[in-house]
């Protein structure tokens, strides 16, 4: 789901961390103590060779996935792709994952939606898949209302977004609007399509799976193609894979640089250790707190608030997320800022990993 998310103006030491889950608990709110179990999840970290993962041995990880990350990439992506859908098929195995992706553009200016999007070809089990996610100007949860004045300017255009990218790949998928939001549906009996990262107008993210592995190749080059050959950020990913042949993997083309990604299961008292282990360009979330808006506020909308401690090199930030603001918007910043005792502003997520 689309999100709000504020983040702390500075940076602060792991000892205000732990001051700040003390100012929770002191109104009632329940933030993680010290010794209880949570998630902690890494991304990002750059890694010389895949082995380095041994360096986080110490904790329980699930969701271990190496990404390549070329920069300023200028390549043929069918030729990517097709380098790592060989190495796939030949150590695919039970709960093994491989995706590249790469940004595609459309050459047409929109209102509410950038003309830029990123897509995925990837490759799983017995079946092929692509995904497509759209960026929009801002992010509108579901349940906003606070651009209804424009809801027929999003719809429309994302009806046409959606039918724009659709024609081009050659997908057997019809856009349609349906109670205020575009929804997409298949007449492909073989194919099996999923709709995510919903805002209020609809999903901003369709992926269509496929049994033929061989499915999207040609397509998923032409769409790369649509952003004129200009440099851009590549990333592949690959989850479920043993040493050796994630090895096999590094020889699919020149130039990537290793970063890890996972989740691990430790102890608020893990986050300055593992902050100092992926350094100096990783980064680590956890939750601290999940709150009900309305326990603080009985007579506003509820939402949900975390509130989640983001380590990097130089110490640690705090953000807020919220499914929906609670209060009018030039009132969200005092709030935060009441409630957690330091200034937050508002900084989304970027759209694309």
């Known amino acids: 789901m689309r999100e709000r998310r504020w983040e702390s103006n500075k940076t602060f030491s792991f000892e205000d961390v732990l001051k700040l889950g003390e100012r929770l608990d002191r109104l009632g709110l329940k933030p993680a103590t010290t010794e209880k179990e949570i998630i902690i999840y890494i991304e990002e970290w750059t890694v010389p060779a895949p082995g380095k993962i041994s360096r986080l041995s110490a904790w329980p990880k699930e969701d271990v996935t190496l990404v390549h990350v070329r920069e300023n990439w200028t390549g043929d992506f069918f030729l990517l792709a097709g380098a790592y859908h060989t190495l796939y098929q030949r150590h695919k195995g039970s709960g093994t994952y491989c995706s590249v992706s790469h940004p595609w553009n459309l050459h047409e200016r929109f209102t509410a939606h950038h003309p830029n999007g990123m897509f995925w070809i990837g490759f799983r089990d017995l079946h092929s898949f692509i995904r497509v996610r759209l960026h929009t100007t801002e992010v509108i949860t579901p349940d906003e209302t606070r651009a209804d004045d424009r809801r027929e300017v999003w719809i429309e255009e994302r009806r046409r977004v959606f039918q724009s990218v659709i024609a081009f790949l050659e997908l057997p998928i019809e856009p349609e609007i349906k109670n205020g939001k575009v929804t997409l ?71 990537a640089r290793y970063a890890y990604r996972c989740s691990i299961h430790g102890q608020l008292l893990d986050l300055p250790e593992l902050s100092s282990v992926i350094r100096p360009d990783g980064r680590l979330y956890t939750t601290l707190c999940e709150i009900q808006t309305q326990e603080l506020y009985p007579n506003t909308r509820n939402a949900w608030l975390i509130v989640g401690v983001v380590g990097m090199a130089g110490g640690f930030k705090i953000e807020a997320r919220l499914n929906r603001a609670p209060l009018p918007e030039n009132e969200m910043d005092g709030w935060l800022e009441t409630l957690l005792g330091f200034p937050m502003a508002y900084a989304p997520l970027p759209p694309f990993p």
């Open 185 to 255: 549906r298949t007449t492909e009996e073989d194919a099996a399509l999923f709709c995510s990262w919903p805002d209020a107008f609809g999903p901003c993210q369709f992926e269509y799976n496929f049994p033929d592995a061989f499915e999207f190749l040609v397509p998923a080059g032409r769409l790369a193609a649509t952003g004129g050959g200009e440099p851009a950020t590549v990333r592949a990913y690959l989850t479920g894979f043993s040493e050796p042949a994630l090895r096999e993997f590094e020889t699919t083309a020149p130039g």
